[in-house]
């Protein structure tokens, strides 16, 4: 399996989304609330090339970018394939 990261926040609906995805695919995750450290913060800040919105995924590296890529990667059916390497 893929090496999954996710950096959130709570109350976050679009994270929340992002999680039942990874959920429903039988991924595993590591996830950073940005709002419990503010070294997380800045790690998603600098690994996703300035972004600040949340949530922040990535994939063994690669960021995917936020919960509307990761549902477009699913609807092309690209997810799975990304999940399992």
Request: charged share 25%; hydrophobic share 35%; glycine share 10%.
């Amino acid at each position: 399996m893929a090496d999954v990261v996710l950096y959130t926040r709570p109350g976050c609906g679009f994270c929340t989304m992002a999680k039942h995805l990874l959920k429903s695919k039988g991924a595993d995750y590591k996830e950073y609330n940005i709002w419990s450290k503010e070294e997380y913060k800045t790690q998603m800040i600098k690994r996703s090339g300035g972004e600040t919105t949340v949530p922040q995924i990535f994939i063994d590296d690669d960021h995917i970018g936020g919960s509307d890529q990761l549902i477009a990667l699913d609807r092309a059916g690209h997810l799975e394939a990304l999940l399992k390497q």
